[in-house]
């Protein structure tokens, strides 16, 4: 039987996540918290409900996550200075350590996925992904109407 692309990366986009969730809990967390400090150390201010739909999850699911982290002391909600209905999340310094220990476990499970590929099949698998991530979020709307006739 022949691989499927589709097949392989699911496969691998699961056991990626099994492993993060191992790792996360040996610092008394869960993926979902590491992926919200993650997120919000490359976007500084996001609402819970913009949270939740990167997290894919309900708002409701964020709020608890948020208020485990901001009692752990890594984050805290800010009022919107445009909107004082809104509360924007950010970062604390104790959040930090475990954000360095997030990158060195992404850079070593980078190491660990890609050992044996050249820099060339790196950059083309990369490639290659981005592209299929550009076409997933610009898809057409007649092309979703179409399908879900």
Excluded at 21 to 50: C, F, H, K
Excluded at 74 to 79: A, F, I, V
Aim: charged share 30%; aromatic share 4%.
């Amino acid at each position: 039987m022949k691989p499927e692309l589709l097949v392989e990366l699911y496969d691998v986009a699961r056991l990626m996540r099994t492993r993060f969730d191992r790792w996360a809990r040996t610092y008394g967390m869960t993926r979902a918290q590491g992926v919200i400090l993650a997120r919000l150390s490359r976007q500084p201010g996001m609402t819970q409900n913009e949270m939740a739909g990167i997290c894919e999850v309900e708002p409701i699911t964020v709020g608890r996550l948020v208020d485990r982290l901001e009692a752990r002391g890594l984050l805290e909600r800010r009022l919107d200075p445009a909107d004082r209905r809104i509360r924007r999340l950010h970062l604390l310094p104790a959040a930090q350590p475990i954000l360095a220990e997030i990158q060195r476990y992404k850079n070593d499970l980078l190491g660990e996925l890609t050992v044996g590929l050249d820099e060339e099949t790196i950059a083309l698998v990369t490639h290659a992904l981005l592209y299929m991530k550009a076409r997933l979020t610009t898809e057409p709307v007649d092309r979703i109407v179409a399908a879900g006739e």
